[in-house]
């Protein structure tokens, strides 16, 4: 009986460096299945394609192991300059839209007292496959569909243009579908907010303007931050929406990944603008967080000072 105690003990606990038992750390061991999820899942994938990028082409839809930097030749080449910048700005007013919408949104699930069924409607969409989302802006966008006749008749909109297969088209139906991303986390991060220092700011002098600006936006910076990374990564990368809903002129690096892919076969090529767009999206992320960290550095030493 002694025996299986001390062995129970010996699971839980051990001798600290003054000799007395003390309980074991055994937070390493509980990271370890996140850790192994994690080598295999993402960092594994990257290293493929990081490899991938830097050999040969297989005519075959294979990869050649041979070292070359063919494939990043062909990457920054003149010929993808418009696809680059294309991407960047449709991913840049895609996402900033975005979080001018998602904030009143976000504001106004915070101060609701129906907060669980506004979180349910705004989940709704996730429930139906993005695919059937896409096809039903399209039949919405259409040149015979009911909003295009709807503007003719009305007179906002001549009968020649087209609502589809445009650069507008590509950017509205991406507000539509990553609105989601952006609108949960900026609700969690107001729902924790003070509202009492709106109030107090009101009582010194500031309008109401002001107090959102000056009070508000700081202390949920956090929750733009991961609006923005949530919203501005999936769309930079993305390629269903230009694909079924842009025009020819309307290609990003997500259509010219899967087209190199699908139609070229070039792997070496797909993956090297893969590389280029985790690089990217790395950057921007890494400094989002840094200028986060500095403002919130900033604010702390102008309270300590102030």
């Not at 999820?37 to 991938?52: M, N, T």
């Not at 949104?105 to 705004?122: E, N, P, V």
């Not at 002001?210 to 956090?222: N, R, T, Y």
């Amino acid at each position: 009986m002694t025996a299986d105690t001390s062995g129970k003990k010996s699971r839980f606990y051990e001798k600290n460096g003054q000799g007395r038992l003390a309980l074991k750390n055994n937070g390493p061991l509980y990271s370890y299945p996140m850790g192994i999820w994690f080598l295999v899942f993402f960092v594994a994938p990257i290293l493929i394609i990081l490899v991938f990028s830097f050999m040969k082409q297989d005519y075959y839809g294979g990869v050649i192991k041979e070292f070359s930097i063919e494939a990043y030749k062909q990457v920054f080449s003149p010929m993808y300059g418009k696809v680059y910048l294309r991407t960047f700005w449709i991913s840049i007013v895609s996402t900033g839209v975005i979080i001018l919408l998602a904030l009143p949104c976000g504001y106004a699930m915070a101060r609701s007292s129906r907060q669980t069924l506004l979180l349910i409607l705004i989940i709704i969409p996730f429930w139906t496959n993005s695919m059937i989302r896409i096809f039903a802006w399209m039949s919405i966008l259409e040149t015979n569909g009911f909003l295009h006749n709807i503007l003719i008749s009305i007179g906002l909109m001549p009968e020649n243009s087209k609502l589809l297969y445009n650069q507008g088209a590509v950017i509205l139906v991406m507000i539509y579908m990553f609105l989601p991303y952006a609108i949960l986390p900026i609700f969690s991060s107001i729902d924790k907010f003070d509202f009492s220092l709106l109030e107090a700011a009101r009582d010194l002098g500031a309008t109401k303007a002001q107090s959102m600006f000056k009070v508000l936006l700081p202390e949920i910076q956090s929750g733009i931050l991961t609006a923005f990374i949530f919203t501005f990564i999936p769309i930079f990368g993305s390629y269903t929406v230009p694909d079924l809903i842009g025009g020819k002129n309307d290609t990003v690096l997500g259509t010219v990944i899967v087209n190199q892919v699908m139609h070229s076969r070039n792997m070496p090529v797909a993956s090297a603008f893969s590389v280029v767009i985790t690089l990217v999206s790395t950057v921007g992320v890494v400094l989002m967080l840094y200028s986060s960290r500095r403002q919130k550095m900033d604010m702390l030493s102008k309270k300590r000072n102030g």
